[in-house]
T-cell receptor, first 117, second 114 residues
Framework: DTEVTQTPKHLVMGMTNKKSLKCEQHMGHRAMYWYKQKAKKPPELMFV???????INESVPSRFSPECPNSSLLNLHLHALQPEDSALYLC????????????????FGSGTQLSVL | KNQVEQSPQSLIILEGKNCTLQ??????????LRWYKQDTGRGPVSLTIMTFSENTKSNGRYTATLDADTKQSSLHITASQLSDSASYICVVSQIKAAGNKLTFGGGTRVLVKP
């Protein structure tokens, strides 16, 4: 299994809603990432978890709350989002094992297309 | 400032023809350079990863080159197919204490026409 699975594929939510994005991988990867991608723009890193601990938070607003319940799962909880938060949210994972992590391959999921009304 | 610049922004080619995409970067310290293919509404898929000591790497009809001295890379697509229509993203990696830091280029959107 070399897949990163994201659900849902599409999500429409109002600004007062609370929703969660889910990401799952069974490759034994110990680093997991959330990226945000606006149309025709490159992905922007939001969060990195390494061994289930948050290691990077790229100054993301608190209305985005990540959670890593175990080594296979990564969630992104959404609350009180703004219309400008509409984007493709990508999850990725990498092995994070060994001393040389430089050439780790990132495996991306297909993303959740989020629309905030 | 660490940047990755790609050119052209978009490209239309006829099926069966070759094309070359360019990537220039100022990211430092450099760890490796990656090319990804991203179909619309999908996640990026890795094509190649090159360290500073590698100057060429192939993956099927995709061949990437790297000149670490001039900080330039190219991705050559041979005998293009309709399925090559996608965005191609150049990504440069730095090693930071907290993990890999990736800087993404803006991508080149390739459209292959029959």
């Amino acid at each position: 299994d070399t897949e990163v699975t994201q659900t849902p594929k599409h999500l429409v939510m109002g600004m007062t809603n609370k929703k969660s994005l889910k990401c799952e991988q069974h490759m034994g990867h110990r680093a997991m990432y959330w990226y945000k991608q606006k149309a025709k723009k490159p992905p922007e890193l939001m969060f990195v978890y390494s061994y289930e601990k948050l290691s990077i938070n790229e100054s993301v607003p608190s209305r985005f709350s990540p959670e890593c319940p175990n080594s296979s799962l990564l969630n992104l909880h959404l609350h009180a989002l703004q219309p400008e938060d509409s984007a493709l949210y990508l999850c990725a994972s990498s092995q994070a094992k060994g001393g040389n992590r430089a050439n780790e391959k990132l495996f991306f999921g297909s993303g959740t297309q989020l629309s905030v009304l | 400032k660490n940047q990755v610049e790609q050119s052209p922004q978009s490209l239309i080619i006829l099926e069966g023809k070759n094309c070359t995409l360019q990537c220039n970067y100022t990211v430092s310290p450099f760890s490796n350079l990656r090319w990804y293919k991203q179909d619309t509404g999908r996640g990026p898929v890795s094509l190649t990863i090159m360290t500073f000591s590698e100057n060429t790497k192939s993956n099927g009809r995709y061949t990437a080159t790297l000149d670490a001295d001039t900080k330039q890379s190219s991705l050559h697509i041979t005998a293009s197919q309709l399925s090559d229509s996608a965005s191609y993203i150049c990504v440069v990696s730095q090693i930071k204490a907290a993990g890999n830091k990736l800087t993404f280029g803006g991508g080149t959107r390739v459209l292959v026409k029959p």
